[in-house]
C-alpha cells in the first residue's frame, strides 16, 4: 500500500528563490492537508482541500504562500520567494472522507525537509 | 487549542515498564482523538483513536484513556521497548466535519536499556 507520497525529502535552497513541494495523497482520498513542523510552534495546519476545493487556508502565513490540488491525486505548496524562516519539515497528510461527524483519521506522509539560506 | 513547542516535555522510561503520556486538550466540543508517533526523520505515524463517546480504547500494547470532565487524553503503552523511542503528540478533531485537526506540542519518550 502506498501512502502519501512527498517530493523532495530535502530541499536546501537561497533566500529569494521560488520552492514547490509536491504531494501524492492515497488513492481514493478526499482531503488532503499541508502542515508545517517547527520546534518553536509544532505542528500547524496550513491548508486544507475537500474534493480538491481548498477549505480552509486560514493557516497559510503569507502571500509568499499558495496551495493548489489539480487533481484528486496531486497537490503542491509554493513558496515564493522563500525566507530563511521558513526553514521547517512540510507535511503533506490525506484522509478518506467518511460521514461527517465520524471522525477521520489522518495520515502523513514523510515530510519535505526545507532549509532556506 | 493552538500548539506552542517551546520545549518538548521528555518522558524516560526503563525499558519493559509502562509509558504513560498525557495530554491536555482545548475544545470542549472536540469529539474525535488521535494519538501519533513520531520517529525521527519521519512523519507522524497513528497509533489509536478515541471517539468522545467513549472513555477507554484499546489496542496492542496501547490503551488511550479519555476524560472529557478535565479534558484530558493519555496514552498508555505496556512493556515499553527501544523501538517506543519518539515523540507522542495527541490530535484532537475540531470542527463538526472531522477534518480539521489540532496537534498538542508533544512528549519525548526516551526508553532507557
Known amino acids: 500500500d502506498a501512502g502519501v507520497i512527498q517530493s523532495p525529502r530535502h530541499e536546501v535552497t537561497e533566500m529569494g528563490q521560488e520552492v514547490t513541494l509536491r504531494c501524492k495523497p492515497i488513492?481514493?482520498?478526499?482531503?488532503l492537508f499541508w502542515y508545517r513542523q517547527t520546534m518553536m510552534r509544532g505542528l500547524e495546519l496550513l491548508i486544507y482541500?475537500?474534493?480538491?476545493?481548498?477549505?480552509?487556508d486560514s493557516g497559510m502565513p503569507e502571500d509568499r504562500f499558495s496551495a493548489k490540488m489539480p487533481n484528486a491525486s496531486f497537490s503542491t505548496l509554493k513558496i515564493q520567494p522563500s525566507e530563511p524562516r521558513d526553514s521547517a519539515v512540510y507535511f503533506c497528510?490525506?484522509?478518506?472522507?467518511?460521514?461527517?461527524?465520524?471522525?477521520?483519521?489522518?495520515?502523513f506522509g514523510e515530510g519535505s525537509w526545507l532549509t532556506v539560506v | 487549542g493552538e500548539s506552542v513547542g517551546l520545549h518538548l516535555p521528555t518522558l524516560s522510561v526503563q525499558e519493559g515498564d509502562n509509558s504513560i503520556i498525557n495530554c491536555a486538550y482545548s475544545?470542549?466540543?472536540?469529539?474525535?482523538f488521535i494519538w501519533y508517533k513520531q520517529e525521527s526523520g519521519k512523519g507522524p505515524q497513528f497509533i489509536i483513536d478515541?471517539?468522545?463517546?467513549?472513555d477507554k480504547r484499546q489496542g496492542q500494547r496501547v490503551t488511550v484513556l479519555l476524560n472529557k470532565t478535565v479534558k484530558h487524553l493519555s496514552l498508555q503503552i505496556a512493556a515499553t521497548q527501544p523501538g517506543d523511542s519518539a515523540v507522542y503528540f495527541c490530535?484532537?478533531?475540531?470542527?463538526?466535519?472531522?477534518?480539521?485537526?489540532?496537534f498538542g506540542p508533544g512528549t519525548r519518550l526516551s526508553v532507557l536499556p
Open positions: 482541500f475537500n474534493n480538491n476545493v481548498p477549505i480552509d
Open positions: 488513492s481514493g482520498h478526499n482531503s
Open positions: 497528510a490525506s484522509s478518506p472522507n467518511r460521514d461527517i461527524g465520524s471522525g477521520n483519521t489522518i495520515y
Open positions: 478515541i471517539r468522545s463517546n467513549m
Open positions: 475544545n470542549s466540543a472536540s469529539d474525535y
Open positions: 490530535a484532537e478533531n475540531a470542527d463538526n466535519y472531522g477534518q480539521n485537526f489540532v
